[in-house]
């Protein structure tokens, strides 16, 4: 449980690097690493509440951290 834990914060701050680094997003290196492991730590522990999500742990964080990416930033722009 706890290497599922660290795998899915590397995953998450892959996905954030990867996202600045694309173009995806223009949040800053940081700020979109630390949205995407806020929102992996999340969905990764209303998975072990709730047991809602998918099959594998990795495409769980891939998913939540793409989630977090589009739903964040959005949601306090004006």
């Not at 694309?22 to 929102?39: D, K, M």
């Not at 999340?42 to 998975?47: A, E, G, I, P």
């Not at 977090?68 to 949601?75: E, K, M, Q, S």
């Amino acid at each position: 449980m706890f290497l599922v834990l660290m795998g899915t914060v590397v995953i998450a701050g892959i996905i954030g690097y990867a996202s600045e680094k694309s173009g995806f997003t223009e949040n800053g290196y940081l700020q979109s690493i630390i949205i995407c492991v806020g929102g992996a730590f999340l969905f990764y522990f209303v998975r072990i509440m709730f047991g809602i999500g998918f099959s594998s742990p990795g495409m769980n964080a891939i998913i939540s951290s793409v989630g977090a990416l589009i739903i964040v930033p959005f949601h306090w722009r004006k």
